[in-house]
């Protein structure tokens, strides 16, 4: 049961595939479920669907929010690296 979360969140990221709060959701339900590899993974699909700057900002905001400082720091170099 501790996974059930999982169901129902990733598959409204292949219904949805450009909202970014959909792919932030599974990637916290990872993180806090100690998945770290499955949560950067999902992090890497949501900026393929959507390779912007807006995007990996949000990508960044999001591992701040569980204090991957040093993950945010990246997200935000590559969203420099589109200007």
Same mark, same amino acid.
């Given at each position: 049961m501790r996974f059930?979360?999982?169901?129902? *969140?990733?598959?409204? !990221?292949?219904?949805f595939p450009l909202?970014?709060? !959909?792919?932030?959701?599974l990637y916290v339900v990872y993180m806090i479920t100690g998945r770290p590899a499955e949560a950067?993974?999902?992090l890497e699909a949501m900026a393929a669907a959507s390779p912007s700057?807006? !995007?990996y900002l949000f990508a960044?905001?999001?591992?701040?929010? *569980?204090n991957?400082?040093? !993950?945010?720091?990246q997200w935000k170099r590559?969203?420099?690296?589109l200007h």
């Open positions: 059930a979360a999982l169901h129902g *969140v990733r598959p409204m !990221t292949e219904l909202d970014r709060q !959909t792919y932030a959701s950067n993974q999902t700057r807006r !995007t960044a905001h999001t591992v701040e929010a *569980v991957d400082l040093r !993950t945010a720091e590559r969203a420099q690296s």
